[in-house]
């Protein structure tokens, strides 16, 4: 075989392989393309687009053209306000003993005994009431009702590391229940935290029986205001 045959049947394997290599590199563009336009909303992916085949692209405003717009979320609706059988329901499952649901003027108090609900001297959740609290504020998500949580204890000082004084610990507690609803839907705007500490006594503490009425974390789901 001649030097000049050896040398058209290279030239023509290279042509073979820099045609199939510009057709790989292409379809690699359009499949990453028509990715990126499943997953990232218009505006983002325009610019991209724009970015790797120029403001003026043909293949840009093919896929502008032939991609449907992206509807943005519709805005959540709100649910009718909460109702005391609204509370039971998600809260069925807790001792009634330790729990009271009011139905107030100002709204639907509910008071939960620190006891049952929370560690001694602490305010992490115990894991026999945590789901009941979650439950409520599953049932809290969409109502567009202003809820104050407000923490009481008795008169017995504390003083840790952790908590200097009762204050402390009776708004960590109103926290906790915050951070569960928040946790489980509810948006933080509509909810406010307060710590009482021994203020506002339910009985005397001068008993145990007292005492342990007054440690109690307070949820008041306040009434929507009239249209």
């Known amino acids: 075989m001649s030097r000049k ?3 058209e049947e290279s030239e023509e394997s290279g042509a073979w392989e820099i045609a199939l290599a ?9 499949f990453l393309v028509m990715w990126l336009a499943s997953i990232i909303d218009p505006e983002k992916r325009q610019a991209f687009v724009e970015s790797v085949l ?7 405003e093919l896929i502008k053209s032939e991609t449907p717009p992206v509807s943005k979320a519709k805005k959540e609706e709100s649910k009718p306000e909460m109702t005391v059988k609204d509370v039971q ?6 001792n009634p003993k330790d729990i009271d649901i009011e139905d107030t003027p100002e709204g639907i108090k509910i008071t939960l005994r620190s006891d049952s609900f929370f560690e001694s001297g602490r305010a992490n959740i115990t894991d026999s009431t ?23 204890t008795d008169n017995i000082p504390i003083s840790n590391f952790q908590f200097p004084s009762n204050w402390e610990l009776s ?10 609803f928040i946790y489980m839907g509810v948006n933080q705007k509509w ?8 203020n506002d006594n339910l009985a005397s503490n001068k008993t145990a029986y007292g005492r342990s009425l007054n440690r109690r974390v307070v949820i008041l789901i306040k009434n929507k205001p009239n249209p």
């Open 130 to 152: 945590r789901e009941e609290l979650e439950q409520l504020g599953e049932s809290l998500v969409g109502r567009d009702q202003y809820i104050t949580i407000t923490g009481f």
């Open 191 to 198: 909810l406010k935290i307060e710590g009482m500490a021994d």
């Open 54 to 60: 120029g403001e003026n692209g043909g293949a840009a």
């Open 171 to 180: 708004a960590a507690r109103s926290a906790t229940v915050a951070r569960t």
């Open 5 to 7: 045959k050896r040398c």
């Open 22 to 30: 510009d057709l790989m590199t292409v379809l690699m563009v359009f």
């Open 89 to 94: 329901e998600a809260l069925k499952k807790v």
